[in-house]
Nanobody, 121 residues
Framework: QVQLVESGGGSVQAGGSLRLSCAAS????????MAWFRQAPGKGREGVAT???????SYADSVKGRFTISKDNAKNTLYLQMNSLKPEDTAMYYC???????????????WGQGTQVTVSS
């Protein structure tokens, strides 16, 4: 099992940037497949970006070219750099980890508590 704690959310104007962090502790070696999800009010949880144990990444079409997922293995920390933010990016953002490569499916067994991102127009 792995414990995940997100930080870095906040309020920004459209076009701005934020960097989210997710500090992982516990069995990080086994749970090496990680991802960022988001959930807006009244909507389902949406996969945003994922990173595999070999460093491979994938993104939702809605964030390609604007968001970058990365991982610092020495610090056991996952990041999401978000640029050119839009009002439709407003959501609670969660990081997730698992032993299985779920990619952008919300089937991960380990979740953080979330950090709120609000983008105003």
């Amino acid at each position: 099992q792995v414990q995940l704690v997100e930080s870095g959310g906040g309020s920004v104007q459209a076009g701005g940037s934020l960097r989210l962090s997710c500090a992982a502790s516990g069995d990080t070696y086994s749970n090496s497949y990680m991802a960022w999800f988001r959930q807006a009010p009244g909507k389902g949880r949406e996969g945003v970006a994922t990173i595999q144990s070999d460093g491979g990444t994938s993104y939702a079409d809605s964030v390609k070219g604007r968001f970058t997922i990365s991982k610092d293995n020495a610090k056991n920390t996952l990041y999401l750099q978000m640029n050119s933010l839009k009002p439709e990016d407003t959501a609670m953002y969660y990081c997730a980890a698992d032993r299985i490569a779920w990619l952008l499916l919300p089937n991960y067994r380990n979740w953080g508590q979330g950090t709120q991102v609000t983008v105003s127009s």
